[in-house]
């Protein structure tokens, strides 16, 4: 979903503005696929690609993008970095409590990433609960992390990154068990590293 800064809600002309001007400058996490700066060093990826048809309709044309590690792009909405978040995030009422969300335009699973052959035997994150010699991966700012929790992993099993890089290089490097974000997430990452 997209998330739209609270200004262009209460009517303090910050729509009317961007629509003058014919620019927006939206926060992305470089998340493939949801949202990242392709080749060209142009935002594109699901959430950009829907959030510039949108303003398309609205007469924003010209779209920048700030590219910040996931479990910024609130914050930074917040502090004013860019007018709006277009990147694979979750609704939830903790973030719903700090921005506005546009309706959401779709729904996807979680994913686990681990070694190859799976030498663990991991199936889920009662895989971690049963053993607790396991660790698993996750990005900082990601529901992920609250799915963790509440399946009752403890917090000395979680290693959290700051971004999806570093996760998936502890990976490789035998650092941790699993890797878990959103199954598009996980799907691509695997296939770009085989």
Known sequence: ASNANAN?????????????????????????????????GEATGIAPDVAKAVLAELGITEVEANVVEFGQ???????????????????????AEQILFSDPDYCIAEGLAVPAGNPEGIVDYNSFVDNPDLTLAVATGTVEVGYAEDAGIPDDQLQVFADIDSMYAALEAGEVDAVTGTAATVQRQVDARS
Not at 78 to 94: C, H, L, R, S, T
């Open 8 to 40: 262009m809600e209460s009517g303090s002309g910050t729509l009317a503005e961007l629509q003058e001007a014919g620019s927006i400058t939206i926060g992305i996490a470089n998340e493939v696929p949801f949202g990242f700066t392709g080749e060209d």
């Open 73 to 95: 792009l609130i914050g930074g909405l917040q502090a004013g970095q860019y007018d709006m978040i277009a990147a694979g995030m979750y609704i939830n009422e903790e973030r």
